[in-house]
């Protein structure tokens, strides 16, 4: 089983629609992140957690949100979700020493029609 | 805020052929890290550089870092089509999040 993985693997939804993304972890870190990437962007940062009590904004959190349901679980909310919001979606952990970087999951595609 | 740019963005190389991406940065950071993604894959870690003069290899990919100068390069030595993938640098922002590069999308010709 991977260490970190998302659900589902690719999603359409409609405009206007509420969809949550899914993110498990095994690795036993602390940090967790979703982030957004879309062609010649580079990956962007929504939200970040340091645990279930410590959330965290990132670059472009607009029309997100997040729950930290447990160490292991970090769910990535579309409240209203839009055409700009077709995206490939990371969730990433790391550990609190970062010297080791971050895992990655094997990513969501969501297409908003 | 932190910046974090790449170049090149597109880089068309032949097999055998050495070459280099840059990666400069906005602000102080003495962590930096290089991730490898394959179309439609996830991000691959390849190098985690963690102090100034830090210097890794792996095969034929050798990364470094020079935090004076905000700048960390990936040298790639006798390019195979192998190799061809999107590379993004990432710099640690502080507060515990990174911020990446737009990536250089390398495509290796044989």
């Known amino acids: 089983d991977a260490d970190v993985t998302q659900t589902p693997r690719n999603r359409i939804t409609k405009t206007g629609k509420r969809i949550m993304l899914e993110c498990s972890q095994t690795?036993?870190?602390?940090?967790m992140y979703w982030y957004r990437q879309d062609p010649g962007l580079g990956l962007r940062l929504i939200y970040y957690?340091?645990?279930?009590?410590?959330?965290n904004k990132g670059e472009i959190s607009d029309g997100y949100s997040v729950s930290r349901q447990a160490q292991a679980k970090f769910s990535l909310s579309l409240e209203s979700a839009i055409p700009n919001q077709t995206a490939l979606y990371f969730c990433?952990?790391?550990?609190?020493?970062?010297?080791?970087?971050?895992?990655f999951g094997s990513g969501t595609r969501l297409t908003v029609v | 805020e932190l910046k974090v740019e790449q170049n090149p963005l597109f880089l068309s190389m032949q097999e055998g052929k050495n070459y280099t991406i840059y990666c400069n940065y906005s602000?102080?950071?003495?962590?930096l890290y290089w991730y490898r993604q394959d179309p439609g894959k996830s991000l691959e870690s390849l190098f985690v550089?963690?102090?100034?003069?830090a210097v890794k290899q792996e095969g034929r990919l050798m990364a470094s870092l020079d935090t004076k100068a905000r700048l960390s390069t990936l040298h790639i030595t006798a390019a195979v089509h192998d190799l061809s993938a999107t590379y993004f640098c990432?710099?640690?922002?502080?507060?515990?999040?990174?911020?990446f590069g737009k990536g250089t999308r390398l495509h290796i010709l044989p």
């Open positions: 690795k036993g870190h602390d940090r």
């Open positions: 550089l963690l102090s100034n003069g």
């Open positions: 990433a952990t790391s550990e609190l020493d970062r010297g080791y970087g971050y895992t």
């Open positions: 602000t102080t950071s003495d962590r």
């Open positions: 990432a710099v640690d922002g502080g507060d515990d999040k990174i911020i």
């Open positions: 957690s340091f645990d279930v009590k410590d959330i």
